[in-house]
């Protein structure tokens, strides 16, 4: 039944990723109180992999215990540089050796806890590898559709060949949080996921927020054991302290998750956050079916090339923006015009003939196909438009619904059942409300646009997010991913950001006009 499914996916958002006290093994991990270079939690490989046992490590100074640590500073500022919450993590190349060979460190510090990851020295044979010139293409930003396309597929070819990894996808979310794999690049012989709609659910909330904090995320081996966490209790305390390991890459995987890789058959996942604007706008998916753990260097290397496109992006939406910027402006200037006059004459008590040109000027303005103007109880409708009855009804809803003044909807049957009776010309609805308060009349501008009916083909169904397994009392993601296509009808082509940004300004500069009227003798 729905109910345990939906019970299931809020206790996936209530998981504490970051709270968790183990880590994967492909490294180690030495972290403390944000502030105290006292080390206060060890993973307990710590031994085998530096060949000293966790007593002689707990509750000394990291700098007492690794002298040659930091490098590249000097004593008086040791403290300021790396205990504290900066915004980049910081990567010192072979900073130790163990038993196990050279180790690279990372470190990073967050509000709660300063965390130092140590894992395997970058080998002799992958020097150029990493050090090689990410390509200058990448920097480039593109300006069409065909160049965009162009480009997303070289990046993707570019990190399949660094990561090694068989499948790389852009993955792009959606504004109800799914995702679309947008561009692949993979191994011949694979089934390719190009297309395919995700739910939401199946990257959580908090997963999203880490990403945000973090450029990239490891999974080396889902199968791997996980490696549980020493805490050091200090005097009078009575509990371990607090861990946060918000900002680690070693950080355990979520059951849930390892369940979810071994049912799309991947062994080892590498992914790459795109942030555009404080958003998370994608990731950057890497899989493979064997355990593949790529060194610290040639991680970052890939991550300078995911940051080209995070660039490339807001370069080119705010570029976008200024264009559409301008071409409103004058847009909504000849609008404004045709508006005013056709009231003048509507006031003289005159015929107007401004009317077809204001409609035909309304109707662009938002890109839709009909458009009424609301007077009080009458109204002039333009070009494709619902019966004059159903747009009453329609204003008689959007009155008592809220007092916004600028509603927009791509699925108004779903809101306004009534819709249902003329989804071939009123699915998407956008409305304006102009009113000054010393008015006693209300204005509304009314937009629709017809029902354009939508294929999306989902990897597995989406309401199957998550299954109960047969015969457990246990919940897991979904086991299927099977192809699954959705039509979705009573849905419009959505109203995008700038038709609402020209609906807005139509509506600041008709106000002006109110308020001016309002204070002329
Ligand atoms: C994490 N889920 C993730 C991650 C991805 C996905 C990319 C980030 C970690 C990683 O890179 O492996 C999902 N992976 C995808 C998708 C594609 C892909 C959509 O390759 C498409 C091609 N997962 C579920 C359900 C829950 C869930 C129902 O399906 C819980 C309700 C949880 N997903 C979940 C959790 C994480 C996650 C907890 C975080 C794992 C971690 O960082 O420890």
Redesign the pocket.
Known sequence: SEKPLQG??D???R?Q?HL?RFIQPSGLLLAGTAGDARIRHLSANAAEWLGRQPETLLGQALTDCFPEFPPDTTASDQAVRWMYPSADKQLFPGLCSGPAGLLDGWLSCNDNNWLLELEPALPESQRLAAYRPIPHRLFRMPSSESEWTRYGQFLADTLREATGFERV?I?RFRDDDS?E?ITESLEPGLEP?LG?R?PA????Q??RD??LANSH?Q?PDRRAEPVAILSETGPGETRSPLLDLSLSDL????P??LE??KN?D?TA???FSIVVGERLWG?I?C?HREPRDLPLPLRERCVAMCQALSLAISGFQGAQRLLELSASEEYITRLHETMRQSDEDYARGHETDATPALGKLLLELVGASGAALVDGNSFTSFAQVPEPAAIRAQVAWLLEQSEEHIFATNHLPELFPPARAYVDRASGLLAVRVRHFSDPGERLFLWWRPEQPQTVTW?GDPRK??LSDQGQQMLS??ASFEHWVETTTGHSEPWSSSDLLRARKFRSLLLRDINADLLSP
């Not at 659910?201 to 959580?204: A, F």
């Not at 950080?251 to 979520?254: D, I, P």
């Open positions: 299931f996916i206790e996936c958002e998981e990723l968790t996808m993955y995702g794999v996921y395919l995700y659910s199946d990257i959580p908090t997963a880490l990403y995320r999974i950080r355990a995987v979520s849930v998750h979810y890789l799309m991947v996942s590498l992914s990731l998916a899989h990897a997010s998550a993601p979904r």
